[in-house]
């Protein structure tokens, strides 16, 4: 264990065969008027000291959700499809844990590939604005590298939390710097970007790599990013986090060892394209040292979009809307919705293609449905995750629904998760019309969940695959986790 660590993260200057530019590259500072240079200088120079009492809350309820959804959806058959590419492709290298699979291990960078599949199986992973899903594509990379360190170095729940934070910032940092990334995608899937990023930020925060190292790791992680939208509503969505997770990963161990990398490539350079290759209204502002008076991490600005059940974070607007029509109607249905009642349903949603499918196919094309959300919370009041179920999907009372469903987008609702509503009209057969709406969803950043509703989330997630004891133990050492000397107790559980 502790030899192949060596391996990994030894002196750049130790490496045999390293060209002698590509160390004197990495020892060379970057330029102190750079943006690259700057983003490389708060990895290396951020504290914990630097993290509120507000990031390190906000951010500890992150990873207990991240590790919910991620130890739910070791039981989806997109994460038994990657483990099991991973074991029989690869060589076995008995280091990382993967969630919920008792003695299984992998080495760092698949079980950073499986786990950050396993968060986004279900599309049931936390949110933020401008529009990305952070977690998965940090933690399971930060939880892979806990257990390639020694028995007797591993990092303290305060430096995990460090890294954790320095990667949220990141991909929040590189967002901002573009307009276009506020709204629902369109060409590239955000987490397959600035995810990567993240990973890289936060697996060269927790190596303690210097600042040059870290700017290297970004380069690196920026030619190792991108996954087009096509292939949302897909098996093929999750590996976009899996990827995030592991290439972040491997940016930040190539780093390590000396590999160069653009120390412009987050820089506006005429004629070059760097990051702006992924948005082309990208406008970079170098990032301030946390030392600097002034600097407040984004976390403390914005709080984490945490979901109630697993869907696309654009169902939850139409889903609540339907759900209060629910109410109205099984008032005067006897405690039911009956299709055959129902003449028209409206939906006014905003425009984006991929998540307008009037009859979804599969589970990940309904978890990308404005129509099928609605339908479902129509006809049971809620939406859940037995709502993706392959009998749920077929119910001839939601395909009958299905076929009245029209969609309109108004002008005032526009594609973007901080400005859109969800809007639901049914008109019954004798001409009744019953309106639903609703402007911020619960777990929406505006609107987040109570400690008391995450932990009930977790325990529902936890414990289709953990015994209760361990899912109260991980809840305690998530909460612990800034005051452990080392992450072990959060390491041991995770199987």
């Not at 070059?272 to 948005?279: E, I, R």
Request: proline share 7%; net charge neutral.
């Amino acid at each position: 264990m502790i030899s192949k660590l060596q391996k990994t993260i030894r002196p750049v200057c130790a490496i045999r065969s390293v060209h002698k530019s590509a160390v004197e590259v990495v020892e060379r500072p970057a330029p102190e008027d750079t943006v690259t240079g700057s983003f490389g200088r708060f990895i290396s120079e951020v504290q914990p000291q630097h993290l509120s009492s507000v990031v390190l809350h906000r951010s500890k309820r992150m990873v207990l959700d991240s590790i919910g959804v991620g130890l739910l959806g070791s039981t989806t058959n997109v994460f038994e499809l990657a483990l099991q590419h991973c074991q029989h492709v690869y060589a076995p290298d008995d280091i990382s844990s993967v969630y919920g699979r008792r003695g299984t291990r992998l080495s760092p960078t698949l079980a950073a590939f499986v786990n950050g599949v396993a968060a986004h199986s279900m599309d049931f992973d936390d949110t933020w604005h401008p529009a990305t899903h952070p977690s998965g594509a940090v933690l399971p990379a930060l939880l892979a590298i806990g257990d390639m360190m020694p028995a007797n170095g591993k990092p303290s729940g305060l430096d995990l939390l460090l890294a954790f934070n320095v990667g949220i910032e990141i991909q929040g940092r590189l967002m901002r710097f573009s307009n276009a990334a506020r709204n629902i995608p369109k060409r590239f899937h955000p987490p397959s970007v600035v995810g990567t990023m993240g990973s890289a930020a936060a697996c060269a925060r927790l190596l303690s790599l210097d600042h040059s190292q870290c700017s290297h790791a970004l380069a690196i992680a920026a030619s190792l990013s991108g996954a087009p939208m096509a292939n949302a509503a897909t098996q093929s969505k999750p590996l976009h986090i899996g990827n995030a997770s592991r290439l972040g990963l491997e940016a930040a161990l190539l780093a390590s060892r000396g590999l160069e990398a653009s120390p412009l490539v987050l820089d506006a350079v005429a004629g070059v394209a760097g990051f702006s290759a992924f948005y082309e209204d990208y406008v970079p502002q170098p990032l301030k040292s946390p030392k600097d008076e002034g600097h407040v991490f984004l976390l403390e600005e914005q709080d984490m979009g945490f979901k109630r059940f697993p869907a696309h974070l654009g169902m939850h607007w139409v889903a609540d809307a339907a759900a209060s029509v629910h109410k109205l109607l099984v008032g005067i249905e006897s405690g039911t919705v009956s299709p055959a009642q129902v003449q028209d349903i409206l939906l006014r949603v905003p425009h984006s293609k991929y998540i307008n499918r009037p009859f979804p196919e599969s589970e990940h094309q309904a978890r990308h449905s404005f129509q099928f959300n609605a339908c479902s919370a129509l006809l049971d009041g809620e939406v859940t995750v037995q709502s993706f179920s392959p009998a749920a999907l077929r119910r001839p009372d939601l395909l009958a629904l299905l076929s009245r469903v029209r969609v309109e987008h108004p002008q005032d609702n526009p594609a973007n998760f901080d400005r859109m509503y969800g809007e639901v009209q049914v008109t019954l057969v004798g001409g009744d019309m019953f309106r639903g709406r609703c402007d911020t969803f619960y777990g929406h950043w505006r609107n987040p969940l109570t400690n008391e509703s995450l932990r009930k989330k977790f325990r529902n997630n936890a414990g289709a695959v953990l015994p209760p004891e361990k899912v109260e133990g991980l809840i305690g050492a998530v909460e612990e986790l800034d005051r452990v000397g080392d992450c072990t107790p959060l390491l041991s559980q995770l199987q």
